[in-house]
């Protein structure tokens, strides 16, 4: 059995992969972008896109560190460090869509600032996020513990057997335990 210490790093990896993706998807759901565009007869209208409008990326990264816990869950050893590399490069991509094209200044007036810089910096988190449980997974992936692992079978184990057994079990299976 699994003492709770080596469970542990298993569950921080999970809660910042959902922690990331939830960031993610509410990152998506704000307003990232705002600008004055000419709209004919009705003159200048401020022009929002939220973050899912301006990266595709947004959801499917969420979606990605959604299934990354699952995988966590499920594999250990090698393939393990695998997802967690994965997960750690998404997270880093996750960030770079966040920081690219960022402006601190330069909004329209009427310009829903605050929600730019939290649908911004919360893509950021949950890249950050994603970044860390992957660096983690990456590390811990062989102390962690794996889904049915207690179910698996144990390695042969050498044991010393009595020759009196061994000549009645050749016996009982038809052969002939002198030669």
């Known amino acids: 059995m699994t003492s709770p210490a080596s469970k542990r790093p298993l569950w921080t990896i999970a809660v910042a992969l959902l922690l990331g993706a939830a960031a993610l998807w509410g990152s998506s759901r704000l307003v990232w972008t705002a600008t004055l565009r000419d709209a004919g007869v009705r003159g200048m209208v401020l022009d929002k896109q939220t973050g899912a409008e301006h990266s595709g990326a947004l959801v499917p990264l969420a979606v990605l560190a959604l299934a990354g816990v699952a995988g966590m869950i499920a594999t250990g050893g090698w393939p393990r460090r695998i997802l967690g590399v994965l997960l750690a490069l998404a997270g880093a991509a ?51 513990p794996r889904l049915g692992a207690k179910y698996a079978a144990p390695g042969k184990r050498k044991t010393v057997r009595d020759p009196d057994t061994e000549l009645w079990e050749a016996l009982s299976e038809g052969e002939d335990p002198t030669r």
């Open 94 to 144: 996750a960030c770079w869509t966040a920081v690219s094209g960022f402006a601190f200044g330069g909004y329209p007036d009427g310009a829903p600032v605050a929600a730019i810089y939290s649908g911004r910096g919360l893509a950021l988190l949950g890249g950050i996020l994603m970044i860390l449980g992957g660096l983690l997974a990456t590390r811990r992936a062989g102390t962690m």
